[in-house]
């Protein structure tokens, strides 16, 4: 075991009946995964960060993404499962999962646990912007376990080289939030007050439409444009609208809607699968339930998360579904957008 996991928080055998158990190791295990990352970072060089390690049927592992992943996995094995048996859901792992201890039946954990040790990983490699590590814990209910049956969700900022601050806010479901603040310069943590936007329009915010990578990012724009002008109607010469961010990490985004950042983010990429098809193209990457299995936190901080359908998103717990998502800041934002966001869908033939 690591130097850094041993003086991790011990979990107690009371795991078993009660969620709050898993909130201080699983605090400490962020915090390592976050210190180590940074650490890699400043003492090893972009090209070897940014080689590819493994290629996946959902997502591409970069180096840098082994640094976490090590962490990971030894935290479980030793720190959780010699106490109760779970699921662990993460990417690089045989099958997308792995029972614990070793030689337990599925069936018989009491948890399922799903991490994303690093999401934002490009972002990050290149040292542009934070990447975030997120943890959701539900009971296990078996394959039919998704992200409605979260119970805990941790996210923790991996700041840049550069940066010595981080965030890290977590949820109890019912329990509302908690957000602190880490310094990494002088160790010090203090608490952070959050709450997302209480604006009544998107006007002169922040809203968006995730448009990545190429493929279709036409028929995203074009989404985009109608639900704004829709909303906001013409634009005035030498005037702005609103304003996008194109944060590359569905933690991330989620975070802009709690801090009150972003006041309207959306990831339709799955619903352009048919049209691409048509064109005889792939989709490529989406957005996966572990980018978004600290979703109960926004939710319980009165963040609107939904699917495209304007319904909870009900994703099961592995890392190759791919999901559609969109995020409104409060209900006013909701009531203004999601009617025109609707009717965009609905003209296209991407939703029924």
């Not at 996946?56 to 970069?62: C, Q």
């Not at 109760?84 to 070793?102: C, S």
Request: glycine residues 8%; aromatic residues 6%; hydrophobic residues 40%.
């Amino acid at each position: 075991m690591s130097q850094k996991l041993s003086r991790l928080h011990p979990v107690t055998k009371t795991l078993a009946s009660s969620i709050e158990q898993f909130l201080e190791p699983l605090l400490a295990l962020h915090s390592s995964i976050r210190e180590a990352v940074v650490a890699a970072c400043e003492t090893t060089s972009l090209e070897q960060l940014a080689g590819i390690a493994q290629e996946e049927a959902g997502d591409t592992i970069y180096a840098i993404d082994r640094v976490s992943e090590e962490l990971l996995v030894d935290f479980f094995r030793h720190e959780v499962a010699r106490h109760t048996p779970i699921v662990l859901i993460a990417e690089g792992l045989p099958g997308g999962k792995l029972v614990l201890p070793e030689g337990t039946p599925e069936e018989t954990a009491v948890w399922r646990i799903i991490v994303d040790p690093i999401d934002g990983t490009r972002g990050l490699m290149y040292q542009k912007r934070s990447g975030w590590i997120l943890t959701g814990v539900a009971p296990n209910k078996g394959a039919q376990t998704n992200l409605q049956d979260i119970e805990l969700a941790i996210q923790t900022e991996i700041p840049l080289v550069k940066q010595h601050l981080s965030d890290m806010v977590w949820a109890i479901r019912g329990e509302g939030v908690t957000a602190v603040r880490h310094n990494r310069l002088t160790h010090e943590t203090t608490p952070l007050l959050l709450h997302p936007s209480r604006a009544t329009t998107i006007a002169h915010g922040f809203a968006a439409i995730s448009r990545f990578f190429p493929g279709a990012r036409e028929v995203l724009a074009a989404i985009d444009e109608e639900i704004v002008l829709a909303a906001l109607g013409p634009v005035q010469p030498g005037k702005a609208h609103c304003f996008e961010d194109q944060y590359i990490c569905s933690g991330g985004q989620l975070y802009e809607l709690m801090s009150g950042h972003d006041r309207f983010c959306a990831d339709l990429r799955p619903l352009l699968e048919p049209l691409l098809a048509q064109k005889g193209q792939a989709l490529g990457i989406c957005c996966h339930p572990y980018d978004l299995c600290t979703e109960l936190i926004a939710r319980e901080m009165g963040v609107m998360v939904t699917n495209e359908g304007g319904r909870p998103l009900t994703a099961p717990l592995d890392v190759a579904s791919d999901v559609a998502w969109v995020g409104y800041a409060n209900p006013t934002i909701r009531a203004q957008i999601e009617p025109h966001l609707q009717t965009a869908l609905i003209r296209r033939g991407l939703v029924q």
